[in-house]
């Protein structure tokens, strides 16, 4: 079974606390934080003052995604704020090291995402420095999009170098899972999958969570 993450993203502002409470309650362990600048992505989200807040309300996992041009800024403020996980673009313009060690100098997770355009082979200079790693199967920017599925064909040449190096590192995809596609995204070998419209636009939430984390099982 795949590990969903409901993002955030597509939650109801008005009651995030509420929010996050319910899909904890579902089941879920970690949750997906995404973070626009308005400038590497043409929208803005919210910031590390939201991350503070939800952070006493629930033990889930902050999987914090940052679509910034230069994240190295702003790393110190998410890991602060009670990020767990933060993940940089390999698009984006701070140098990718330099991020990858303050992450771990914050004593975080430090993850690497690829835009649908970007090949799988720009995470391998990094591979052994990684503890997660997020392709995009839509454009960033926003909720709600269909899936690009030629992007899941990203996984198995990731996988494949992790295995040969030894490495175990958990391959996410972000970007229009649905109940529809969950399980082919999970034979091609995505060990977890955000999912924010599909969780955060049905009415009952816990039950899409369940759903959707069954339907993953192969
Ligand atoms: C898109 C974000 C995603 C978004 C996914 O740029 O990175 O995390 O929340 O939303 P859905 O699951 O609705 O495509
Ligand atoms: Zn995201």
Known sequence: M????????????????EEVREIESAGAKVLHIDIMDGHFVPNLTFGYSMVKALRPL????????????????????????????????????SDLNECIDLIHKCGKK??????????????????????????????????????????LAKIAPIKAECAARELRIPVMIDGGVNAANVRTAAEAGADMMVAGNAVFGAADRAEAFRRLSERSEI
């Open 58 to 93: 629930t033990d889930m996992v902050f999987d914090v995604h940052l679509m910034m041009t230069d994240p190295i800024d702003y790393i110190e403020d998410f890991a602060k704020a009670g990020a767990d996980v933060i993940t940089v673009h390999t698009e984006c313009d």
């Open 2 to 17: 795949a590990i969903i993450a409901p993002s955030l993203l597509s939650a109801d502002f008005t009651r995030m606390g």
């Open 110 to 151: 430090a993850g690497l995402s690829v835009k649908p355009k970007t090949a799988p082979e720009v995470l391998f200079n990094y591979l052994d420095r990684l503890e997660h790693i997020l392709i995009m199967t839509v454009e960033p920017g926003f909720g709600g999009q269909s899936m690009m599925p030629e992007c």
